[in-house]
């Protein structure tokens, strides 16, 4: 599935705010570098807490449940949030348009991992 760096999104906000080049209202699907496996991204972040042999595992959706309401989440947030992985796992939630250079953002998982993600782990 894609994965987008929050700092992508927002350059292409601003630049579409600077140039006022729209009226209306206007989506612009913005969709990452690349598509990554739930496996490689696990891979991709293990490997930046020192981690490399993190496994991926994924949960029953029942587990999920369940844990998100232990959390505290309300059952029905945490029911949408189920339907949501349900609905990506299944590939019904889906980029409604083909990756082209226009909808794809230089930001890889790698730098995120990197440069975000393990200092705030408290890796370095």
């Known amino acids: 599935m894609p994965t987008i760096a929050t700092k992508d999104i927002a350059a292409v906000a601003a630049d579409l705010l600077a140039r006022r080049s729209f009226t209306g209202h206007v989506t612009k699907e913005l ?8 496996q490689e991204a696990t ?3 293990g490997m930046a807490i020192g981690r490399p042999d993190l496994p991926y595992a994924q949960f029953p959706y029942e587990d999920a449940l369940k844990a998100m309401t232990a ?8 029911a949408d949030f ?3 992985y349900r609905g990506l796992n299944e590939g019904r939630v889906t980029a409604l348009e083909p990756r082209s250079g226009a909808n794809t953002t230089p930001t890889t998982l790698e730098e995120f991992a990197a440069t975000v993600f393990a200092p705030a782990f408290g890796a370095s």
């Open 31 to 38: 969709q990452g570098p690349r598509d990554y496996t739930p």
């Open 43 to 45: 891979a991709i972040l």
């Open 71 to 78: 959390a505290g989440l309300s059952p029905s947030v945490a």
């Open 82 to 84: 189920v339907e949501l």
